[in-house]
């Protein structure tokens, strides 16, 4: 019966995942599964996009070590309560401020935190309308995650998929906060539409590699145990990439060999997709 709850879970979380790159509140929508909004100002030039790039490829974060043990244990997670899914995520996100805050303390860089919706209905963000069947949202305009819990969910918890789902969530707020999504923008401008879904598959798997690193500090713990990351990877090997009608979050094994790398190594350092070969990001 816990397998059946986990893979569920799993189904649920990355068939629905949405994520929103916003800095105006008008969006357009790509593909079924993932909307993009416009870009902050018009294409940067080439002294600016060259520092862009830098920011994903030299990032200072990459050079930080290890992300930080910060002791995280958000508890249980019962079946059928809503307020147990608040408390828990709550719990699980105030783990990501304490250990990301460290982590950009070591870089120098300035940190601020992300917030959390928890819905139980759609709504509509500054990012635009909520795409049908999302459960997990970032929208940068308001620096917000916003998970949406399905009764599904609640009949069927997988404590750790939903925390794997909001530390990816977070991974993207990571790249918001560091600079890397300023090269994702300027990259984007102009571009075709093979090196835009390139570019997604760049922040997505990065952001996979960060919640991977995220969830390697809990390594061992009843929440993140040896057979339950193992089973996690490999229905992401198996059914990753088919929630996607196109190619822009990485193939299934390619985003199983990310999940695994950041689990792994357990460094930002380890998630730079953005100087990786194409064919490790396909």
Request: hydrophobic content about 40%.
């Amino acid at each position: 019966m816990a397998l059946v709850a986990a893979m569920l879970a799993l189904a649920l979380a990355a068939a629905s995942l949405v994520l929103v790159l916003a800095d105006v509140a008008t969006t357009s929508t790509e593909s079924a599964a993932q909307q993009l909004a416009s870009p902050p100002a018009a294409p940067a030039d080439g002294k600016r996009a060259d520092a862009g790039r830098a920011l994903a490829t030299r990032n200072p974060l990459y050079k930080t070590g290890r992300l930080t043990d910060v002791d995280c244990d958000p508890g249980d997670l019962p079946a059928g309560s809503i307020s147990a899914y608040r408390r828990f995520l709550t719990r699980v996100t105030a783990c990501l401020n304490k250990a990301w805050a460290a982590q950009f303390r070591k870089a120098d860089l300035p940190f601020s935190k992300p917030r959390l919706r928890i819905i139980t209905t759609k709504v509509k963000t500054p990012c635009g309308l909520w795409n049908a069947g999302a459960d997990g949202v970032y929208c940068s305009t308001d620096r917000t995650m916003y998970l949406m819990i399905s009764r599904a969910q609640l009949r069927n918890p997988f404590p750790l998929g939903i925390s794997r789902l909001i530390a990816h969530e977070y991974g993207h707020h990571v790249q918001q906060t560091s600079g890397i999504w300023s090269y994702y923008w300027a990259a984007r401008s102009g571009a075709g539409k093979a090196r835009r879904l390139q570019l997604s598959r760049n922040s997505e798997l990065q952001a996979e590699c960060f919640s991977a690193a995220f969830m390697s500090t809990m390594k061992g713990t009843r929440l993140v145990t040896d057979s339950d990351w193992a089973y996690t990877v490999e229905w992401f090997r198996k059914n990753g990439a088919k929630g996607w009608p196109q190619n822009d979050h990485g193939k299934g094994p390619t985003q199983a060999a990310w999940m695994t790398r950041g689990f792994n190594r357990g460094t930002p350092g380890a998630c730079n997709t953005w100087a990786a070969q194409a064919r490790n990001t396909l």
